[in-house]
């Protein structure tokens, strides 16, 4: 069976440091993967998504990057946190057909201070 | 106006009743998700519908594409149904979705 996991579950950082989360997916192959964030109040918002090793497509200008080194390992990534950075960050998974059902990571929680 | 529409925003119910939550989409779909969201934000997929009704358990989720909405029912509501509620309408060839702010309901004894 599939399982998605993301780490850390929660990182507290300061302004202006780095940021890397990792997601990884285990029992599929060339999976659509996914990066949400959903900030204090706030609905869940896609920041990026991949449908292949190397391909990222970015659904809002901000702070953040995305990388995808390997087939099932999926990087959210920032150079230097803002405040607004802080919010509850999911990944998530499909299968590589239009249509498929996604599935969530139990997310990380980030605060900048 | 948001793409995908959720109403009530919150709802409070006795242990027992049945709960209705409704969900408006404007963009064209290719389904629509119901998730559901605990307090340590952890989110699960309840159903995912593109046409009729799904059913699972308590929980009854239906769809009409023409009239673009969807509704999500929980039959005898219990205190441990008390979570978020989200629809999410998945578009696109990349299968992306669109999320409504979602659904505060508490269930009380």
């Known amino acids: 069976s599939q399982t998605i996991h993301q780490w850390p579950a929660t990182l507290v950082q300061p302004v202006g440091s780095p940021l890397s989360l990792e997601c990884t997916v285990e029992?599929?192959?060339?999976?659509?993967l996914y990066w949400y964030r959903q900030a204090a109040g706030r609905g869940l918002q896609l920041l990026f998504y991949?449908?292949?090793?190397?391909?990222i497509s970015s659904e809002v200008p901000q702070n953040l990057s995305a990388s995808r080194p390997q087939d099932r390992q999926f990087i959210l990534s920032s150079k230097k946190l803002l405040l607004s950075d802080s919010g509850f960050y999911l990944c998530?998974?499909?299968?590589?057909?239009?249509?498929?059902?996604?599935?969530f990571g139990p997310g990380t929680r980030l605060t900048v201070l | 106006k948001n793409e995908v529409e959720q109403s009530p925003q919150n709802l409070t119910a006795q242990e027992g009743e049945f709960i209705t939550i409704n969900c408006s989409y404007s963009?064209?779909?290719?389904?629509l998700h119901w998730l559901q969201q605990h307090p340590g934000g952890g989110i699960v997929s309840l159903f995912m519908?593109?046409?009729g009704k799904k059913k699972h358990g308590r929980l009854i989720a239906t769809i009409n594409i023409q009239e673009k909405h969807s509704s999500l029912h929980i039959t005898a509501s219990h205190p441990r149904d008390s979570a978020v509620y989200i629809c999410?309408?998945?578009?696109?060839?990349?299968?992306?979705?669109?999320f409504g702010t979602g659904t505060r309901l508490q269930v009380t004894l």
């Open positions: 998530a998974w499909s299968g590589s057909l239009a249509g498929h059902e996604q599935f």
């Open positions: 029992g599929t192959s060339n999976p659509n």
């Open positions: 991949s449908v292949g090793i190397g391909q």
């Open positions: 963009v064209g779909i290719s389904a």
């Open positions: 519908l593109s046409s």
């Open positions: 999410a309408a998945l578009t696109g060839t990349a299968s992306k979705l669109t």
